[in-house]
């Protein structure tokens, strides 16, 4: 097993964080684009689609994305190793946490349990949210000395 361990790709923090970005980043573009293409193919009403939209951004980047974006950032920039594994920008809760969403948001959208406008909105704003937390990543990578700072203990 020991062995094994020298096969692991291993990066920098720095450029871990820029991996988390890219990550959440992609993930937060194709969850807002499967929601615009629900709201535009239903023809949903602007005004209260971005207030539903809005209030499902705020719900989940104040209280969800930006507390895990914090949490995973702090941990990364105090962790021991120089080099860490590529895929260890999530703990083990975290990669549960996203499969068990994935999971939902699939059955969910294949059940049809809910109006696809609904959902869309929803998706946009859950989106965007997860787009926004990437960006605060990948801004971490490219400003890592000042991140240090902030979360070193």
Not at 37 to 59: E, P, R
Not at 79 to 88: D, M, V
């Amino acid at each position: 097993m020991k062995s094994l361990v020298k096969y692991i790709p291993k990066v920098e923090k720095k450029t871990l964080l820029l991996i988390a970005g890219m990550v959440w980043g992609f993930a937060g573009f194709k969850v807002l684009n499967l929601g615009i293409q629900d709201v535009s193919i239903n023809n949903g009403k602007f005004i209260s689609n971005l207030i539903f939209a809005g209030l499902v951004f705020y719900i989940f980047f104040k209280f969800i994305f930006s507390k895990i974006y914090n949490k995973h950032t702090r941990r990364i920039v105090n962790s021991q190793l120089e080099k860490q594994c590529i895929f260890s920008f999530f703990d083990v809760k975290s990669y549960c946490i996203m499969g068990v969403m994935i999971f939902l948001g699939k059955t969910i959208r294949n059940l049809e349990i809910f109006n696809p406008i609904y959902v869309g909105n929803f998706y946009i704003g859950l989106g965007f949210a997860l787009f926004v937390a990437g960006v605060l990543f990948i801004m971490s990578s490219l400003k890592f000395e000042l991140t240090k700072l902030k979360y070193n203990n």
